[in-house]
């Protein structure tokens, strides 16, 4: 499948090496590239693909949590799309890879989902895929090779997330606003605090290129093992008001990191991972999942743990369920 000149004059993309004619399976423009399921040789889905009749919400961003390669090629690139599929079919039992797309270090774009890019062109569609937990109606997901813990992306691949994530928010009509990080949904480290960080700039660049205002998204904080402060001594009342029992020291160590594992088990807090390979359990670490079903309305004077976690934090009236993200942000 090429773009013809009437999609690249409909998306507004520069006519240039995209004017000429291009590669079955590949939607170009100028050094954007996507290459369909069939480019890198997919295997076919397990069970028909849910087409959905409307546009996603969310454009959220992943990381695969594997290793920061230096093998940029195409090549290299196909055979992660491969790996990435049959890990999600084989190991994971899902009819076909999660994300509707995967960008690889090189900066080489694949479709990942089945149908993934005939239905962003669409505007309208969108093919259900298995990426965010309980919102997987809403999101469309990017998976980007590497591991962003500590480490941040090569230029190419940088250049070539902010191409895609522009088509997307386009076609789609997508606000900058609406560029979101796994964590922002799930209590998970994914795409990794270098590359959590640089969303700000990621939804600055595609609100330049679409000429839309830019607001930023409020969130809720991850706390992780080797956090220590106000914050983490909230989350200990929070849990010890929901019947945890654990120290509330303000020290994120081994036995709070059970006490959320227990706690999430028991409540039924979704448990997720970077979904495109195994990571380390994540099941204790206290995110945007975890933090709505922990917090709730309390008088700080009224003695419960929940009131002693809104005095660490400062809360001195009244504190409604929603006004607790404002309090953990300081």
């Known amino acids: ?56 919400t969310f454009i959220v961003v992943h990381h695969t949590a594997t290793p920061n390669t230096t093998d940029f090629s195409r090549p290299h690139a196909f055979k992660l799309s491969r790996a990435i599929q049959n890990y999600h079919m084989d190991r994971r039992g899902w009819i076909d890879t999660g994300q509707q797309f995967t960008n690889s270090r090189g900066g080489h774009i694949t479709e990942g989902r089945h149908g993934s890019l005939d239905a962003v062109r669409t505007g309208t569609k969108h093919v259900q895929g298995a990426n965010v937990a309980n919102r997987n ?112 020291d303000g020290v994120f160590g081994a036995s709070t990191f059970a006490a959320m594992s227990r706690y999430a088990a028991r409540a039924g807090v979704a448990g997720e991972t970077c979904y495109g390979t195994d990571t380390e359990d994540e099941s204790g670490l206290i995110g945007s999942a975890a933090w709505p079903s922990l917090v709730r309305r309390v008088d700080p004077a009224d003695g419960s743990h929940a009131a002693c976690a809104a005095q660490a934090l400062g809360g001195r009236t009244m504190v409604e369920s929603r006004d607790w993200r404002a309090l953990l942000d300081g």
């Not at 799930?186 to 939804?203: A, F, I, K, N």
């Open 137 to 248: 109606s809403q999101v469309i997901g990017i998976e980007n090779e590497g591991l962003y813990t500590a480490a941040t992306m090569p230029d190419q691949q940088w250049a070539a997330l902010v191409e895609l994530v522009t088509f997307i928010a386009r076609e789609y009509g997508i606000k900058p606003t609406q560029i979101r990080g796994h964590r922002d949904f799930s209590s998970t480290q994914c795409p990794g605090d270098v590359l959590y960080r640089r969303l700000p700039e990621l939804r600055a660049k595609v609100g330049e290129r679409l000429a839309e205002p830019v607001v930023e998204p409020d969130s809720w904080p991850l706390l992780r093992p080797g956090d220590t402060g106000a914050r983490v001594l909230a989350a200990q009342h929070l849990l010890r008001d929901r019947g945890e029992d654990l120290p509330t």
């Open 1 to 56: 499948m090429a773009l013809t000149r009437r999609d690249l004059l409909r998306t507004g993309v520069t006519l240039g090496i995209a004017a000429t004619a291009l590669p079955a399976g590949t939607a170009a423009a100028a050094d954007f590239t996507v290459w369909d399921t069939t480019s890198w040789g997919a295997r076919l889905p397990a069970e028909p693909i849910a087409l959905l009749d409307h546009p996603p």
